[in-house]
């Protein structure tokens, strides 16, 4: 597979070589598949990080960056664990089965515009952020699309991301191009590049809708081998092309 250059914007000679070495030290790690499930503790760093080390230690570096330019750029969420993303899965499930009345089917497939079925969330590996700018005051849910567009708070730190987040190694991963499937825009979702190729090239070549398909939660009874490969397809492999 042909590798895309994580640093592909002006930046410091320095900043190259340190990303470097780490991308292609991380290429030959193993990781197992509870690992990459969210099933297995893994070493996490930074107060309110919670990244491992290469991406905390890049993350610092970019929040280090950002505050020069007056962005305060705070994790909202890091790393999450199978039982946490279950827990949010199940929650959003029976709100649409039982208050919402709506079909198993249907509930699923909303559930899945923005949350991923639990295994399968990029936040599992310690590699992805969602983040927001910190000097910001914002009222309700401030991972909202509009919020980071025209005149929303988050405009300026939106600007910041597009224009310094690669230098660092961190990509957006759903973007908002008119043909891409799957989960829907998220301005706020970075995942961090050195690491997490190797990972998702690492998990697609499990056998995950077999492993899924025998999973034990609310709604998981009616998934189908054809939802699931759908699912695999659209929302875990269309995504940022930087990030594959």
């Known amino acids: 597979m042909q590798r895309r250059t994580f640093i592909n914007r002006s930046s410091s000679a320095a900043l190259a070589l340190a990303l470097a070495p780490t991308f292609f030290i991380q290429e030959e790690t193993e990781y197992s598949i509870l690992e990459l499930m969210g099933k297995e503790d893994i070493e996490l760093y930074g107060k309110d990080i919670n990244l491992r080390k290469e991406a905390h230690d890049a993350f610092v570096e970019m929040k280090k960056a950002a505050y020069k330019d007056?962005?305060?750029?705070?994790?909202?969420?890091?790393?999450?664990?199978?039982?946490?993303?279950?827990?949010?899965?199940e929650r959003k499930y029976l709100k649409y089965t039982?208050?919402?009345?709506m079909n198993p089917t249907d509930a699923i497939d909303k559930i899945i515009e923005y949350s991923t079925i639990?295994?399968?969330?990029r936040h599992h590996w310690g590699t992805d952020i969602d983040v927001v700018d910190g000097y910001r005051k914002v009222d309700g849910d401030v991972l909202v699309p509009h919020k980071y567009e025209g005149e929303g708070p988050y405009v300026d730190f939106k600007k910041w991301m597009d224009e310094?987040?690669?230098?660092?190694?961190f990509f957006l991963v759903y973007t908002d191009e008119a043909k891409r499937r799957g989960f829907k825009y998220e301005p706020w979702h970075y995942s961090y590049a050195p690491l997490s190729i190797p990972m998702l090239e690492q998990f697609r070549s499990k056998n995950i809708a077999s492993i899924l398909i025998r999973e034990?939660?609310?709604?998981?009874e009616n998934f189908t081998m054809s939802f699931l490969r759908s699912y695999i397809q659209n929302n875990i492999l269309d995504i940022?092309?930087?990030l594959l």
Not at 70 to 88: P, T
Request: cysteine-free.
């Open 70 to 89: 007056g962005i305060d750029l705070k994790i909202v969420s890091s790393f999450r664990s199978y039982n946490r993303q279950e827990a949010i899965f």
């Open 164 to 169: 310094n987040s690669e230098t660092y190694g």
């Open 216 to 220: 034990d939660f609310y709604g998981a």
């Open 118 to 121: 639990p295994g399968t969330s």
């Open 240 to 242: 940022n092309r930087n």
């Open 98 to 101: 039982d208050d919402d009345g």
